[in-house]
């Protein structure tokens, strides 16, 4: 307490040479920037994580059973049931996939053509995604796709008042080379039903159909390519792929939504981490300034040191006030800093004035996302303390040895 009490008196104490005071004020400011930089990066880093999972979660099912080898395999009642009776899991839908070209009118395109069974929306988010028409894919006359945003697009699709299909080619299986086109492709129509805006990734590749339409078309007739499961709201991850594992062998792949887009979520911990080192890096090269600042302090201050010596102080205590001269010097920093980041990421929050891509409507949301973790602030606080005092330690022992010189 005696050293805290005496750190604090220097810290606003005048200093006789201006410069000290300068370069006190210099290695608060720095710090403080600092300590804002990196809440206010870490929480858009927060913010974008956060928006990637929510569009992520909407699309990928919660885990996926897919065959080891190929791309399909024959659907199985009995598995699929016994699949049902796992005590985590919500719903299963049986899709599958393919890649397709399709044309509309004079235009054309290359995409992913997805067929889904009429579980789906229990397992995927994509209806409550349309921007355009509905996920309605059959009805007792007609069946309808639901495109992408940007395949919408590029083909110039009129989804509401359609007077065109969209003709979907695929190759036959099993077909080599052919003299005509129909010997060697199979062609079907499909009526635009609706429009899908999710993320570019699914919007430039994605066209939903009936499971049924997309097996005549792929000629793969009690096929599928997956089952997709959702999971109920408290069901244990680990434990529901251990349980439905068992249940389909080791011929099948079942993975969770993390491991089917795995580099993703790494690439964004690793930039977070990096960009945390060069923040944290800069701080330490402005933590010189304490370093300075300490160091003209203890000269100037070498009488009192002298003072309280003879008073009975120890090299310890003499060494305590001058770290913590040089902690509290960062922490005030820093804690303005943290204070003035939180003010603008929950003014950013809520008014988004910080517009992406000048505001317009091409992404999902219009400002910066923005997400606060108490785990930052502790980051950010742990960083700043651990960098004052790595700066502070070697003034405080040259203060701590100034004894000697006073002796002398």
Not at 90 to 116: H, L
Not at 193 to 207: A, C, I, P
Not at 387 to 407: G, L, N, T, W
């Amino acid at each position: 307490m005696l050293a805290f009490k005496i750190a604090l008196r220097y810290l606003f104490s005048k200093k006789s040479t201006n410069a000290i005071n300068i370069i006190a004020i210099v290695s608060m400011v720095g710090m403080g920037v600092g300590a804002f930089a990196l809440i206010v990066v870490l929480s858009t880093f927060n913010g974008f994580e956060s928006l990637a999972k929510t569009l992520y979660n909407s699309f990928y099912a919660d885990i996926t059973v897919t065959a080891v080898k190929g791309k399909t395999f024959a659907y199985d009642k009995v598995m699929h049931d016994r699949l049902q009776t796992v005590a985590n899991v919500e719903a299963i839908s049986s899709t599958i996939e393919e890649n397709a070209y399709i044309k509309y009118i004079d235009k054309d395109y290359i995409c992913t053509i997805k067929g889904v069974d009429e579980n789906y929306n229990n397992v995927a988010d994509i209806k409550s995604h349309v921007k355009i028409g509905s996920f309605e894919l059959s009805d007792s006359m007609n069946q309808y796709a639901v495109v992408g945003a940007n395949i919408y697009a590029a083909l110039n699709i009129d989804v509401e008042k359609s007077l065109y299909p969209i003709q979907v080619t695929v190759p036959k299986k099993g077909k080599g080379t052919a003299i005509l086109p129909e010997d060697a492709f199979t062609f079907r129509d499909v009526i635009p039903g609706g429009v899908f805006s999710l993320q570019q990734e699914f919007d430039n590749k994605y066209v939903f159909v009936s499971l049924p339409f997309a097996r005549e078309l792929l000629d793969a007739e009690g096929q599928v390519s997956a089952y997709e499961i959702k999971l109920r709201p408290d069901a244990n991850l680990e434990q529901a792929q251990a349980d439905i594992r068992k249940i389909v062998g080791k011929d099948m792949a079942v993975k969770t939504r993390y491991e089917q887009k795995e580099t993703i979520y790494r690439v964004m911990r690793m930039e977070r981490w990096a960009v945390y080192a060069i923040l944290a890096f800069i701080m330490l090269i402005i933590s010189f300034n304490i370093v300075g600042s300490l160091s003209m302090l203890v000269i100037e201050k070498r009488q009192d040191i002298s003072i309280l010596m003879a008073m009975g102080a120890n090299t310890s205590l003499i060494q305590r006030i001058y770290i913590l001269e040089g902690v509290l010097s960062a922490g005030i920093g820093a804690a303005i800093g943290i204070l003035l980041a939180t003010i603008l990421c929950l003014a950013q929050i809520k008014y988004e004035f910080l517009k992406l891509s000048g505001g317009n409507n091409s992404f999902v949301v219009q400002g910066y996302p923005v997400k606060m973790k108490v785990e930052d602030y502790v980051l950010t606080l742990v960083t700043v303390v651990v960098i004052a005092f790595i700066a502070s330690y070697f003034p405080a022992r040259r203060a701590a040895s100034a004894e000697y010189d006073v002796k002398s």
